[in-house]
């Protein structure tokens, strides 16, 4: 397990999650209650995984999403939860450009395989 932060003044946690997101081949499952503009442009250009599920409450930009992106709307989720192919972050951040670059944030990056596979099992929960 890796602790991820981001600070006013540590501008890279835009670059990393961008990074995350590329390097994902099979599938980016994202649990956010909060998306805006920037990040759903984020999602549209980094996410080529096979598999990219969105789990979000509704908001204007959800018509912007690429129509690959599987998306479901729930206005009761504060889950904050991104999982990839091998590793999973769990923390505060939203997906939005505040969250992003401007406010102090957490998240934990989990690679460890049992607690992925529990990850991965919770969000099927929610997706259903």
Same mark, same amino acid.
């Given at each position: 397990? +890796? @602790?991820?932060?981001?600070?006013?003044?540590?501008?890279?946690?835009?670059?990393? @999650?961008?990074?995350?997101? +590329?390097?994902?081949?099979?599938?980016?499952?994202? &649990?956010?209650?909060?998306? !805006?503009? #920037?990040?759903?442009?984020?999602?549209? =250009?980094? &996410?080529?995984?096979?598999?990219?599920? #969105?789990?979000?409450?509704k908001n204007r930009h959800m018509d912007e999403l690429d129509k690959r992106?599987?998306?479901?709307l729930n206005q009761d989720i504060h889950v904050k939860l991104y999982i990839?192919?091998?590793? $999973?972050? #769990?923390?505060?951040?939203?997906?939005?450009?505040? =969250? /992003?670059?401007?406010?102090?944030?957490?998240? %934990?990056? @989990?690679?460890?395989? !049992?607690?992925?596979?529990? /990850? $991965?099992?919770?969000? +099927? #929960? %929610?997706?259903?």
């Open positions: 397990m +890796e @602790i991820i932060h981001s600070t006013p003044d540590l501008l890279d946690f835009f670059d990393m @999650i961008r990074a995350w997101f +590329e390097s994902q081949h099979n599938r980016i499952w994202i &649990c956010t209650p909060y998306m !805006d503009n #920037v990040t759903v442009s984020l999602i549209n =250009s980094s &996410c080529k995984a096979k598999d990219v599920r #969105v789990i979000t409450r992106i599987h998306l479901k990839g192919d091998a590793s $999973a972050h #769990v923390g505060s951040a939203n997906l939005t450009y505040a =969250s /992003l670059m401007d406010n102090i944030e957490l998240l %934990l990056k @989990i690679d460890d395989p !049992d607690i992925l596979t529990g /990850l $991965a099992g919770y969000f +099927e #929960v %929610l997706w259903i």
